[in-house]
């Protein structure tokens, strides 16, 4: 097994996905609408921060309160060709189950839930605040296969991997520190055997790097593919 891509571009190509896939203007349509609306965000932020801000397990767990334009906030996460390749994974590898850690406004969880409408999509953010703008582009595009849970990643990923038992995609998108990023990958493989799992900014810093790395050499891991802003791994049997 292999990954046949390195880069989005060659993906899109592969997949057969266009640039002008009408979904993908119905989505935009709705992000520029939300940048221009002039909204303001107040909510508890569980991540990360900034590189610089090297934040300990516990302010992490504590949460910061943090105020953000909702134009700067809809500017987050996959967009362009990333978008597309998104969308690309779930239309062209038809996956049952998507787990997505980190929902933001739920544009990426757009993209993967108009790519393949039959697949079922559960999708966690930290934030409520920032959950009900995702409920609200869910809601715009006439989506109905997401399901958005509310609350810290270590708090109910459990319970949500109890609940579905397997999932075939899976895209780790928030909290990028390294302890939190290996321990979400150790947690989740045994509810993803021979599924394609997608970290976001595994070059972002220097913990992320680390991450990435400590995954990839995981004895699961069948097959990856460092993308530059994202990697791609394929995970073998389960172990034990």
């Known amino acids: ?36 609306s002039g909204r303001v965000l107040s909510y508890k932020d569980y991540g990360a921060g900034q ?49 997505e850690l980190g929902t933001c406004c739920g544009f990426s969880s757009a993209y993967m839930a108009l790519g393949n409408p039959q697949s079922s999509i559960v999708t966690i953010e930290g934030a409520p605040e920032i959950s009900a703008v995702a409920a609200e582009v869910h809601k715009a595009l006439g989506i109905s296969n997401i399901e958005r849970v509310v609350g810290r990643f270590s708090d109910v990923l459990g319970d949500v991997l109890s609940k579905h038992g397997h999932f075939d995609l899976v895209f780790i998108d928030g909290h ?30 220097e913990g992320m790097k680390q991450a990435w790395k400590e995954v990839i050499s995981d004895s699961s891991v069948s097959c990856h593919m460092d993308m530059g ?9 389960k172990e034990g």
Not at 13 to 24: C, L, N, R, T
Not at 180 to 190: G, H
């Open 1 to 36: 097994m292999n990954i046949p891509f390195s880069t989005p571009e060659e993906a899109i190509a592969y997949f057969g996905i266009k640039a002008d896939e009408p979904d993908f203007r119905r989505i935009e349509d709705i992000r520029s609408s939300l940048r221009a």
């Open 51 to 99: 590189p610089q801000m090297k934040l300990s397990a516990e302010e992490m767990h504590e949460g910061r309160r943090v105020e953000k334009d909702l134009n700067e906030v809809c500017g987050w996460g996959m967009k362009g060709a990333w978008a597309a390749f998104m969308y690309g994974m779930t239309k062209y590898y038809k996956p049952a189950k998507v787990l």
């Open 176 to 205: 990028h520190a390294y302890e939190p990023t290996v321990n979400y990958f150790r947690t989740i493989k045994p509810y993803a055997a021979g599924a394609h799992i997608i970290f976001d900014d595994i070059s972002w810093s």
């Open 229 to 237: 802003k994202a990697g791609l791994l394929i995970t073998g049997c």
